[in-house]
């Protein structure tokens, strides 16, 4: 009966761990936006990471002439991009931007969650409007 | 307590009940029932949500029933399906026959009537189901099971509905269009065909497959002259902010960006992806068409490299390959590769 607990305890709390580990690793709405806007500011070399692979436009924008280049909205020369994150934004929502040229513009991101069980939350970026323009699909 | 749990009990009832508006009351014989992509044995009391059918072979029969009192009878051979569409009164069941014969007998206490569709009358369904067979000479099979489908090729457009189904050549405008009804699909031998008719001639072949990659060159052309367009304005706008920026401060500046640098900005990075969209396809159709085709070539000539067959066919695929380096590589990176 005691190895049987000793058993069951352990297995839990093996779950738990590798639950928690990936909890840690994912990321909610409002991190994921985050995370795009310090990879913007940043190097960009793993931006494409806040993206969801259903992207239409995935494999056609990673590729680092779209991000490096004067190519779109998110010009390299912009920086620096200041996103204005709602608290606990929905899947769908639209909010404003600025950077160092211009704005505010307004901006609609719609995210899904491509987490499971053990990952917990992990949003990522799927649609991006800019003024009512679709940016990324 | 008692009441907690009677609360939760109801609950759970309204919620699995909730949208089973049909329901089978007599099987007779094997009925399938398809229900997300997998099939089910059919049993008396079996609900039916929007997206089930009811298949019948050839010596079963089934009987459905809806809330409403009305009722449906799937004669054998028969497949059957509950879809709903978007009316302009909302949400509208459609009583669809895919093929075979079904009636329907609708009960006094019936409200809104439901859309029957037979093959001809589903132009006006939302959402589409088609199944695209791709074959290994570069041509494509679209069948669609439901919705309207626009297949454009070569600058041409054929409207396809319900069991209609085209066949597209590689660089060549789509084929006249047909029913599907009575026509079963194999993928495996309509796929072997065309491959046995490529082979006879692959001359003719290699002909329309560089029909289509220059099919993907005109566009990646267009769109690429029309994003060095915009960005040479961009450039030049930009000049002109900058002097704006020096001479009248930052928040002129910023209102002369917004009205004209970023307007072009929205435009240019859609069109750089669709470039991209376009370097991309015709990766992938140099990789798995033309590769496979070349990969086949060489492995029948290996015993005959100076067979002239072959060295013509060599000759053009060098043709087609510079064509490929020259305007699609620019725009692909070690991350496509």
Known sequence: MYKKIVLVLTVFALVMIISSCGALLGN?????????????????????????????????MNIATYWSDNTSVFDDDYKTFNIVIPSDPAETFTTTYSDNAGGPYNIKFYLVNEGDFFSGDNWKIRTIWVDDSVQIN | MKKIFLIIFIAIIAITTYGQNTSLVYVDGWVDIRSAGELFEAFPGDSLRAGDSVITGSDSYAELEQKNLSSIFVEPDSIFTIREMEGSSGKETVLSTTVGSVSFKFG???????????????????????????????????????????????GVSVDLVKDEGVEVLPGEVPGEKFSLLGREMDFASWNAEKYESLIADPETGLKHMGNQLD???????????????LKMEKEY?????????????????????????????????????????????????????????????????????????????????????????????????????
């Open chain 1, 28 to 60: 909610s709405i409002e991190e994921r936006v985050q995370q795009f806007e310090i990879d913007l500011n940043g190097s960009r070399s793993s931006i494409i990471e806040n993206f969801s692979s259903d992207c239409g436009n995935y494999n056609a």
């Open chain 2, 108 to 154: 006094k206490l019936f409200g809104i009537e439901p859309i029957i569709a037979t093959p001809s009358m589903v132009a006006g369904i939302r959402g589409t189901e088609l199944t695209v067979y791709a074959g290994e000479d570069g041509s494509t099979l679209i069948a669609v099971d439901s919705g309207l489908v626009t297949v454009e090729s070569q």
């Open chain 2, 215 to 229: 099919g993907f060159i005109t566009e990646i052309v267009i769109l690429d002259n029309l994003l060095t367009e």
């Open chain 2, 237 to 337: 706008i930009k000049k002109e902010w900058q002097k704006i920026l020096d001479e009248q401060g930052k928040e002129q500046g910023k209102a002369f960006f917004n009205k004209n640098v970023h307007p072009l900005d929205l435009k240019t990075g859609p069109l750089f992806l669709n470039i991209r969209y376009y370097s991309l396809s015709s990766l992938s159709f140099r990789r798995f068409i033309l590769g496979g085709l070349y990969l086949d070539m060489k492995a029948r000539y290996i015993m005959d490299v100076n067979n002239n067959e072959y060295q013509k066919f060599l000759s053009m695929y060098e043709d087609v390959m510079n064509s490929f380096e020259e305007s699609v590589v620019p725009f692909l990176d070690a991350n496509d590769i």
